[in-house]
């Protein structure tokens, strides 16, 4: 994946080179990744969806969100930029009008969602999500999930192709 203009320290997780070669779990990934910096917009629309839809979640639902709004910019059944997947008509709950919310960026969660976004972007980490382009919570039961082929559950979510 390129590099997306606008992130300091390369903020694309180029930076990641600096991390351990030991790494051996995702949350120690995620405690080494850097935060600082100024995001990009894209990499602040993939961190935010992260964030609200997966912030109570583990991980690797964390993780699984990020590779549905990457795979979806991926995918030419989708806008071609992060902002444009997560603000796309009736897609995320969290946005309204197209509008999302503001974020407590003094949080844990945030940092954890800034680090997850990188991750994700830069296919730090494999995922359970896989190629998954659609998820719901387990609490719900859209129609379109019949159609579709269930790449994981994780925690609360499941993952679909």
């Not at 071609?80 to 509008?99: E, I, L, P």
């Not at 379109?144 to 979510?157: G, M, N």
Request: charged residues 25%; aromatic residues 8%.
């Amino acid at each position: 994946m390129q590099p997306l203009p606008g992130d300091a320290d390369n903020g694309d997780g180029s930076d990641a080179a600096n991390l351990p070669d030991n790494v051996t779990s995702l949350r120690e990934l995620v405690s080494d990744m850097p935060t600082g910096g100024k995001l990009s917009g894209d990499m602040r629309c993939l961190a935010q969806a992260i964030y609200f839809e997966a912030r109570g979640e583990p991980l690797a639902g964390q993780l699984a969100v990020g590779r549905v709004v990457v795979n979806r910019a991926e995918s030419n059944l989708f806008p071609d930029d992060y902002c444009g997947v997560v603000t796309q008509r009736k897609q995320f709950s969290f946005v309204k009008n197209g509008h999302i919310p503001a974020v407590n960026t003094t949080s844990a969660a945030w940092q954890r969602a800034k680090a997850i976004a990188r991750i994700a972007h830069q296919e730090l980490w494999q995922s359970e999500a896989r190629d998954a382009l659609y998820f719901h919570a387990k609490r719900v039961h859209p129609r379109w999930a019949t159609r579709k082929i269930a790449r994981a559950t994780i925690d609360s979510h499941i993952f679909y192709r």
